[in-house]
């Protein structure tokens, strides 16, 4: 079973920085892709920056420019880098992985979508 485990939230003053480390963990498989999402209060999940096996890049307008995102691909992990961050960067961030699964059989693979348990980010103003 796959899990990814995220660490790094916490509380911060505006401007300052944060970085989120996510690692998964689990079964055999190869990463796709993986990224950054986050939920405000009241407000739908949206994506924040995402990786590809490639190594390239997407960001929210929001966050160009102030975030960066980052992959190590022998520890399965991907950081998000968060600076001059602003009180509306509020929110639980989510990491999220698109992996090749190997069946434990080895029959096969599989693709599938993961998510980690959420870390609270808080920017005081």
């Known amino acids: 079973q796959v899990q990814l485990v995220e660490s790094g939230g916490g509380l911060v003053q505006a401007g300052g920085s944060l970085r989120l480390s996510c690692a998964a963990s689990?079964?055999?498989?190869?990463?796709?892709?993986m990224g950054w999402y986050r939920q405000a209060p009241g407000k739908q999940r949206e994506l924040v920056a995402l990786?590809?096996?490639?190594?390239?890049?997407n960001y929210a307008d929001s966050v160009k420019g102030r975030f960066t995102i980052s992959r190590d691909n022998a520890k399965n992990a991907v950081y998000l880098q968060m600076n001059s961050l602003k009180p509306e960067d509020t929110a639980v961030y989510y990491c999220?992985?698109?992996?090749?699964?190997?069946?434990?059989?080895?029959?096969?693979?599989?693709?599938?979508?993961?998510w980690g348990q959420g870390t609270q980010v808080t920017i005081s103003s």
């Open positions: 689990g079964s055999t498989f190869s990463i796709n892709a």
């Open positions: 999220h992985a698109h992996l090749t699964v190997t069946v434990d059989t080895g029959s096969g693979t599989y693709e599938n979508d993961y």
């Open positions: 990786i590809s096996s490639g190594g390239g890049t």
